[in-house]
């Protein structure tokens, strides 16, 4: 590349000499003197390949994409403002260099090489991954999941004109425009066809989606071959996608498209896409050898449309500068990415498993429990309203009891604290399928729409991954958005929104940007008349796997009240990410022990906060104990009073939350007892026994355990399900052999 760049300005034929501030076509806009302001860019991100590759050479850095004959996307860093938030393609080096260098105290070039070097001192990622973002520059990081982002970037532009008109602090302005770059490999992948789809639904509503969609179509995934003309036979003529096209080895044509582009999203606030049609070079990746599967005839062909070469030859052509002096700018860039190459090299590493760790699970739980039980709107940023902006007016939704301190089933409980979160705070929002109108499968959300308006709560296309990426741009926007996922076999369609992106954002930024985050999920067996593996689903092994992500899963509605405004409050407080697993059979259950007891509905007044990682214990028995959760629970309890009646005294703790498992809790009381018996309706492998049994060996424990659960099968309909979940015959038959009575 480097030869050929040579080669090529020395034998360009020199115009005349042109004032730098004329235009360098009849037609365009492009100046000389920006001409050379985009080509410094385009070179400084060759350099920054360049050095990748030598440090990686050397034992210095580590696996990196690179950038080269992508540096066509110079032009929407051009194009675009600052405070223009953009999620970038892991190829769009010249935009991010170009954008982060408009920010003063910003060196792009060692921010980049920091993150080569996996340096603690990156001021992204800080040496967790090497990826393109910055505060500062609105650039918010992004890993290398194929398309993953698109979805947030959707969500981001939905929440942004709704943040100003429910005066929600925000930091980018509603007139701003979501710029999200991809590559044509990346176009094929299922999240983004169904991005897409989500912006032009949305948009087809009236809905504001000022989001531009860039393709850098280099015709190739890792060795696979894109099909001549895919991406515009596949986008380019979309109803209400407004498509460009543009040659990125062009740089005036391509800034003028770019521009226009750019304009046209923010005038009409509608979805666009941009096809930018580019050239790989250097292979997919550091460890990447072209020439196993590309003629050489082929890579020629892409080295002649080199954009950094063509830029170069385009000043020397125009006669804005000669061969020699665009040779030596580009020397100079080199060797001022060589010097900061050499320089972060030795920058120290992370040293320790706490300091990797450290923004995946933020916890300040004073705070958390302060804001859970305030009663007023926040004084925080991000969360009140701006001035001279009025709050919505709401009131109590009118399916919930009037007093919270009468008895409520879970249902009811989740319904009456939504209504409070809502009128407490602007920046709640509350969506998902079914949930507005109809107020959700179940009726837990009935009402609240009609009491809080369809800015706050709304129903969403059918699509989880949409769903997921509108919480999580909304969540950027300055929200604490609420998606519901309408049954736990749904969320596993949508799986890479919450492991790929939404709990990796903070720990790929250093906490610099959050994923304040609560998934209600509807899960869990045991309905009667209605079910099959869809809508009965007892797996949740995926969701545990998740590093730093809370997971709640209360049994009774005063849980359900006071875990639902904890975990809001840490979303809001500590940006974390909460999954709220509701079980279904529970929702309407108001008996516990016989008909009509009403021992299983409970008033929800107090506690208004149950601290994240704490169990809750019913009864005090000194000769067992149960640990169980969700449907287990009420379960347990009847086992436990038929126990009672043969003069075992038992104590059933309810989990209640599954990630973190309330570990000193647990060992607490199984010291207490001496015994313990796990109740676990979730599948014997992969379920939550493993964790609880291994909880307790670990924490010293060493009395008798057994364990009951469900067995490892899929969910049939009808009667058979009862062969394969947890039973109370089977856990009184557990108890019973534990304690050899």
Not at 120 to 130: E, F, L, N, T, Y
Not at 165 to 171: D, I, S
């Amino acid at each position: 590349m480097d030869q050929w760049f040579r080669a090529e300005l020395t034998a360009t034929t020199p115009g005349a000499t042109r004032a730098r501030d004329e235009p360098l076509t009849p037609t365009g806009t492009l100046s000389g003197a920006r001409c050379l302001e985009l080509f410094d860019a385009q070179a400084t991100s060759r350099h920054l390949d360049l050095a990748a590759r030598r440090l990686g050479r050397d034992g210095n850095g580590y696996y990196s994409i690179g950038s080269a004959g992508h540096e066509g996307n110079v032009v929407l860093a051009a194009a675009t403002r600052v405070d223009d938030p953009a999620l970038l393609h892991y190829r769009s080096g010249a935009f991010f260099v170009h954008r982060a260098g408009q920010v003063a105290g910003t060196d792009p070039v060692r921010d980049v090489l920091l993150g080569v070097v996996a340096a603690a001192a990156d001021p992204i990622s800080g040496g967790r991954h090497k990826v393109f973002g910055s505060k500062a520059a609105a650039v918010i990081p992004q890993t290398s999941t194929i398309a993953s982002q698109l979805p947030r970037a959707v969500g981001l532009a939905f929440a942004l004109e709704r943040a100003a008109k429910l005066g929600v602090a925000c930091e980018w302005p509603a007139d701003a425009v979501v710029l999200c770059s991809f590559g044509d490999a990346s176009a094929n992948h299922s999240t983004a066809t169904g991005a897409v789809n989500a912006a032009v639904h949305t948009a087809q509503q009236g809905i504001a989606m000022p989001i531009l969609f860039l393709c850098e179509d280099n015709g190739i995934g890792i060795s696979v071959p894109t099909p001549g003309r895919w991406i515009e036979h596949a986008y380019g003529s979309r109803p209400g996608l407004r498509y460009f096209a543009a040659d990125g080895s062009d740089l005036p044509q391509a800034l003028d498209t770019a521009t226009a582009a750019v304009d046209w999203v923010r005038e009409r606030r509608r979805p666009a896409f941009l096809h930018l049609r580019t050239v790989r070079l250097l292979g997919h990746a550091g460890s990447d050898v072209e020439t196993a599967y590309r003629r050489p005839a082929e890579l020629a062909a892409e080295l002649r449309r080199d954009p950094v070469t063509a830029t170069g030859r385009l000043l020397v052509a125009a006669g804005v500068a000669t061969a020699s002096e665009v040779m030596r700018r580009y020397d100079e860039i080199g060797a001022r990415v060589a010097e900061t190459a050499d320089k972060v090299r030795h920058e120290p590493k992370l040293l320790t498993a706490e300091m990797v760790m450290e923004p995946l699970a933020p916890t300040r739980p004073t705070v958390v429990r302060t804001d859970a039980l305030r009663t007023a709107a926040p004084s925080t940023p991000g969360a009140r309203p701006r001035t001279g902006v009025a709050r919505p007016v709401s009131r109590p939704a009118p399916s919930a009891a009037a007093d919270g301190g009468h008895p409520m089933t879970l249902a009811q409980a989740v319904n009456r604290t939504l209504a409070d979160l809502l009128a407490r705070d602007p920046d709640i929002l509350v969506f998902g399928e079914d949930v507005g109108r109809k107020g959700g499968v179940y009726g837990v959300t009935k009402g609240l729409q009609q009491s809080f308006g369809a800015r706050r709560v709304f129903d969403t296309l059918l699509d989880e991954q949409s769903v997921l990426g509108t919480a999580l741009g909304a969540g950027l926007a300055g929200f604490v958005p609420i998606p519901e996922i309408q049954y736990l076999a749904y969320v596993h369609n949508a799986a890479d929104q919450l492991r790929g992106e939404a709990a990796t954002l903070s720990f790929f930024s250093a906490g610099r940007y959050r994923n304040p985050l609560v998934v209600r999920i509807a899960g869990y067996a045991y309905q009667k008349g209605f079910g099959g593996h869809f809508h009965n689903d007892n797996s949740i092994a995926a969701l545990r796997d998740i590093p730093g992500v809370v997971i709640a899963s209360p049994s009774r509605a005063d849980d359900a009240a006071a875990m639902l405004r904890t975990c809001v409050s840490a979303a809001r407080v500590d940006g974390r990410v909460c999954v709220f697993l509701e079980p279904i059979a529970l929702y309407h259950t108001r008996d516990l022990y016989r008909d009509g007891d009403g021992g299983w509905a409970a008033p929800i007044t107090n506690p208004r906060h149950a601290e994240i990682g704490r169990a809750r214990a019913h009864g005090t028995g000194t000769h067992l104990t149960i640990v169980s959760f969700a449907n287990g629970v009420p379960m347990s309890l009847r086992v436990a009073r038929r126990l009672s009646e043969r003069g075992i005294h038992a104590r059933v703790v309810d989990l209640r939350w599954l990630a973190p498992l309330p570990v000193d809790d647990l060992l607490d009381h199984a010291r207490a007892s001496g015994r313990v018996l796990i109740a676990d309706e979730t599948r014997r492998s992969g379920g939550i026994s493993e964790a609880v049994y291994a909880a307790l060996l670990d924490g010293g424990f060493d009395g008798p355990i057994a364990r009951v659960t469900s067995a490892d099968s899929f969910i049939p309909l009808g009667p058979a399900a009862n062969l394969v979940l947890l039973d109370e015959i089977r856990i009184e038959e557990a108890a019973t052999a534990l304690l050899g009575r």
